[in-house]
């Protein structure tokens, strides 16, 4: 199976601040990386398909990089509604795995 | 508008069995592969278990493979999790969630499992 490995588990920033968020999988899985926000008492939101793919709606200030086994997720001038926790996600032929998640906090 | 509805969750005695429907409306069902996740309490997402458009294909996680049975039945539109032998660790908030290729796009709000004596 394939393990994805998140990291920072948390972070605190100030508002507009530039924040990274970084996700390793431990096996060559090209582009199929997809990124979730998940805010207290709701269901994830999927905000970048694809490594590098930003869905419809999401501002962007959100943006994805990276193929293969390393994948970056950035928020370019954190907000406060931007306050959640943050997942990695890869696609293996119907078999996913989620990274542990970052806790995103304001300083 | 796509909607997803989790039900069938509760509070059930470690070794029985539990059976979790979806329902969704707002889009041609049959032509999705469904996944189940679900999440234990103050804990990250854990993907549980998906299925192809036609069932033809199907997947799970080592936790809950030879437990836990995946079907649809697309002419009602609805995806199910069969749990047999629950245990605590099953304890959790189940989601479903329609899958877009490699990504789940929508989800449900969840059915929330509670697995105790």
């Known amino acids: 199976d394939i393990q994805m490995t998140q990291s920072p588990s948390s972070l605190s920033a100030s508002v507009g601040d530039r924040v990274t968020i970084t996700c390793q999988a431990s096996q060559d899985i090209s582009n199929y990386l997809n990124w979730y926000q998940q805010k207290p008492g709701k269901a994830p939101k999927l905000l970048i398909y694809?490594?590098?793919n930003l869905e419809t709606g999401v501002p962007s200030r959100f943006s994805g990089s990276g193929s293969g086994t390393d994948f970056t997720f950035t928020i370019s001038s954190l907000q406060p509604e931007d306050i959640a926790t943050y997942y990695c996600q890869q696609y293996d032929n119907l078999r996913l795995t989620f990274g542990g998640g970052t806790k995103v906090e304001i300083k | 508008e796509v909607q997803l509805v989790e039900s069938g969750g509760g509070l059930v005695q470690p070794g029985r069995s539990l059976r979790l429907s979806c329902a969704a409306s707002?889009?041609?069902?049959?032509?999705?592969?469904m996944h189940w996740v679900r999440q234990a309490p103050g804990k990250g997402l854990e993907w549980v278990s998906g299925i192809s458009w036609n069932s033809g294909s199907i997947g799970y996680a080592d936790s809950v493979k030879g437990r836990f049975t995946i079907s649809r039945d697309n002419a009602k539109n609805s995806l199910y999790l069969q749990m047999n032998s629950l245990r605590a660790e099953d304890t959790a908030l189940y989601y479903c969630?329609?899958?877009?290729?490699?990504?789940?796009?929508?989800w449900g709000q969840g059915t929330l499992v509670t697995v105790s004596s």
């Open positions: 969630a329609k899958a877009t290729v490699t990504s789940l796009v929508y």
């Open positions: 707002g889009f041609t069902f049959d032509d999705y592969a």
């Open positions: 694809d490594a590098s």
